[in-house]
């Protein structure tokens, strides 16, 4: 909460409205990590619903920003995929980090499955809204990427087994 202190909402967004596309983001971080950790696409869906369903009361979320939540990610968590494993540079992350940020304020832009470069003749516009605030945004989802990445590696569990999970 404290780096979006100095933030404001769009007109209509609510707070929950925000904390569903923040925990989106933690969503899309587990994702990443899973692809990382391991190549296996059943195995990663498997551990990703069985996550999808333990986040929302390890994080404390009340029934409704679940339910926002849910919504978020079953609309956005394909493209939003997709438009990360795209950035090839500072550049386009930063640009990346901004549009999560643009939307967790109440700004709906839409995640492309191309670079910015791809994008530029299809006249997809890119704002950057607080250059600092997506660059804290990003260190933390690399924070949390990293820590899971490590977990998954390191976990005393068969991941490949769907009696573990």
Not at 59 to 87: D, L, P, Q, Y
Not at 96 to 105: G, I, N, Q
């Amino acid at each position: 909460m404290t780096l979006f202190e100095e933030q404001a909402l769009s007109s209509g967004w609510t707070l929950g409205d925000a904390l569903a596309v923040w925990y989106s983001l933690g969503n899309l971080a587990l994702v990443v990590s899973l692809w990382e950790a391991f190549s296996d696409e059943a195995k990663i869906s498997r551990v990703t619903r069985l996550c999808q369903v333990l986040l929302p009361k390890h994080w404390g979320m009340s029934n409704e920003i679940c339910a926002k939540f849910r919504v978020v990610i079953e609309k956005t968590e394909a493209a939003a995929f997709a438009s990360f494993n795209a950035c090839k540079n500072a550049t386009e992350l930063l640009v990346f980090f901004s549009r999560f940020v643009a939307r967790m304020l109440g700004t709906s832009l839409p995640f492309s499955r191309h670079s910015a470069f791809e994008d530029e003749p299809s006249d997809v516009r890119y704002q950057i809204t607080d250059p600092i605030l997506a660059a804290s945004v990003c260190g933390l989802f690399i924070k949390f990427c990293t820590a899971t990445k490590e977990f998954l590696d390191q976990a005393p569990i068969d991941w490949s087994s769907p009696k573990a999970i």
